[in-house]
C-alpha cells in the first residue's frame, strides 16, 4: 500500500521557521502512522526527529498531531485516516514548545503534573503498605489509566489562551488523589485547585475528552471537582460565582444576561477586577462587540424559565 504523509519539520539549528515536507512510501496494509514515520527516518531521511518507546499505547511517547487532532501514532492506522490513499498530514503536539521536527518539550507538562502533588497525603507513618478496599477505588479505574501521553494539552483551548492553566492532564492527575479514599489532604487540594488557573478556568470544551486515547475523560474530572469544592465551601471565587450567575439568569430571564454575568463573575467588591473588566469593556466598545446592557427577552422564555427552575428543584431534592 502506498502512503502519502507530510511531515511538519523544525530544526532551530539551521532553520529559524518550520516547514512541511511530504514523503510517499510502501506500508503493509496494518501498518500504523509510527511504522511510517520510522520507515521515513530508517529508509528514506535520517534526519526526522520523532519520539517513541512501546509500540502499544502504554508509554505515552508518541502523541502528536495527526490531520489536525491529537493521537498516539503507534496505535492510528494509516488505513484509519487515509482509507483512499489521502494525504496523512502529521505535526508535533500543539501547546508544547518543539524541540525539533515531532519531538517537544516536556519540561513544563511534567512540572504542572508535580504541583498538584501527585501521591497519597496522609497524617501518619504506615507501617506497612496503606492498601484500600478495592470498592473504595472503583471510582478511579477510569482516571488511572492516563499515561500522560499530552494528547490532552495539545487539544486543550484554554492553554491556547493562558498557558498558566494547570492543564487537563494534570487536573485529572489531582482527581486521582482528591478522590483517594486514603487521602486526608482533600480540602487542602481542592482550595489549591479552586485558584487562578485551577479547575475553574476549564472551558469545558470537551477536546480533552474526545482525542483522550484511553477514556479519562480529564473534563469530567475537572467539573466533578468543582462540585467537590463547592461541597468544602470554597465558593468566593470567580468561578463558583459565574456558575451561580448564570444560572440566576436564565431562570429569570430565560437567556444570558452578559453584562451582568461579567459583573457578577469579578466579583461586586473586587475593585481591581472591577478595573480590568472596564478595560476589556472599553476595548469591546470599539470592536461594535459589547453586549446590550439590557437583555431583550426572547420567544417562549416562559419555556426557558420553567425548565430551568425545574432542573434546580429537583437538584435540590436529590
Known amino acids: 500500500m502506498e502512503a502519502q504523509i507530510k511531515v511538519k519539520r523544525f530544526n532551530p539549528e539551521?532553520?529559524?521557521?518550520?516547514?512541511?515536507?511530504?514523503?510517499s512510501l510502501d506500508v503493509a496494509e496494518d501498518s500504523t502512522i509510527l511504522d511510517g514515520l520510522i520507515k521515513i527516518r530508517e529508509e528514506i531521511d535520517g534526519t526526522l526527529a520523532l519520539r517513541c518507546s512501546c509500540r502499544a499505547s502504554i508509554c505515552g511517547s508518541?502523541?502528536?498531531?495527526?490531520?489536525?487532532?491529537?493521537?498516539?501514532?503507534?496505535?492510528?492506522?494509516?488505513?484509519?485516516?487515509?482509507?483512499?490513499?489521502?494525504?496523512?498530514?502529521?505535526?508535533?503536539?500543539?501547546?508544547?514548545?518543539v524541540i525539533k521536527d515531532?519531538?517537544?518539550?516536556?519540561?513544563?507538562?511534567?512540572?504542572?503534573?508535580?504541583?498538584?502533588?501527585?501521591?497519597?497525603?496522609?497524617?501518619?507513618?504506615?507501617?506497612?503498605?496503606?492498601?484500600?478496599?478495592n470498592e473504595s477505588m472503583t471510582h478511579l479505574l477510569g482516571v488511572m489509566n492516563c499515561i500522560m501521553c499530552g494528547a490532552c494539552v495539545s487539544e486543550c483551548t484554554a492553554l491556547e489562551v493562558d498557558p498558566t492553566f494547570?492543564?487537563?492532564?494534570?487536573?485529572?492527575?489531582?482527581?486521582?488523589?482528591?478522590?483517594?479514599?486514603?487521602?486526608?489532604?482533600?480540602?487542602?487540594?481542592?482550595?489549591?485547585l479552586n485558584e487562578n488557573s485551577g479547575v475553574w478556568d476549564c472551558t469545558r470544551c470537551l477536546a480533552c475528552v474526545e482525542v483522550c486515547p484511553k477514556d479519562v475523560a480529564p473534563m469530567e474530572r475537572i467539573v466533578k471537582m468543582r462540585d467537590l469544592a463547592i461541597e468544602e465551601g470554597y465558593t468566593n471565587t470567580s468561578g463558583f460565582r459565574h456558575t451561580e450567575s448564570f444560572n440566576d439568569s436564565i431562570k429569570k430571564h430565560g437567556r444570558l444576561d452578559e453584562t451582568r454575568l461579567a459583573?457578577?463573575?469579578?466579583?461586586?467588591?473586587?475593585?481591581?477586577?472591577?478595573?480590568?473588566?472596564?478595560?476589556?469593556?472599553?476595548k469591546s466598545l470599539f470592536k461594535g462587540k459589547i453586549p446590550p446592557p439590557l437583555p431583550h427577552k426572547?420567544?417562549?422564555?416562559?419555556?426557558?424559565?420553567?425548565?430551568?427552575?425545574?432542573?434546580?428543584?429537583?437538584?435540590?431534592?436529590?
Not at 539551521?14 to 514523503?23: R, T, V
Not at 496523512?88 to 503536539?93: L, R
Not at 515531532?102 to 506497612?128: H, I, R
Not at 426572547?298 to 436529590?318: C, F, N
Open 14 to 23: 539551521n532553520e529559524s521557521e518550520s516547514f512541511y515536507q511530504d514523503y
Open 62 to 97: 508518541c502523541s502528536m498531531k495527526v490531520n489536525g487532532s491529537a493521537k498516539l501514532v503507534c496505535k492510528t492506522r494509516i488505513k484509519e485516516v487515509s482509507p483512499n490513499g489521502e494525504l496523512v498530514t502529521v505535526e508535533p503536539m500543539g501547546n508544547f514548545p
Open 102 to 133: 515531532l519531538v517537544t518539550d516536556m519540561d513544563l507538562f511534567w512540572s504542572k503534573v508535580k504541583s498538584v502533588d501527585p501521591y497519597v497525603k496522609t497524617n501518619f507513618e504506615p507501617e506497612a503498605e496503606h492498601i484500600a478496599s
Open 166 to 192: 494547570t492543564g487537563p492532564a494534570a487536573l485529572a492527575k489531582a482527581y486521582r488523589f482528591v478522590a483517594d479514599p486514603r487521602d486526608e489532604e482533600k480540602k487542602s487540594r481542592l482550595g489549591k
Open 263 to 282: 459583573l457578577e463573575s469579578t466579583g461586586l467588591l473586587n475593585i481591581s477586577g472591577l478595573i480590568d473588566l472596564a478595560v476589556i469593556g472599553i
Open 298 to 318: 426572547p420567544k417562549e422564555a416562559d419555556k426557558v424559565t420553567s425548565i430551568a427552575k425545574r432542573l434546580d428543584s429537583q437538584e435540590k431534592e436529590e
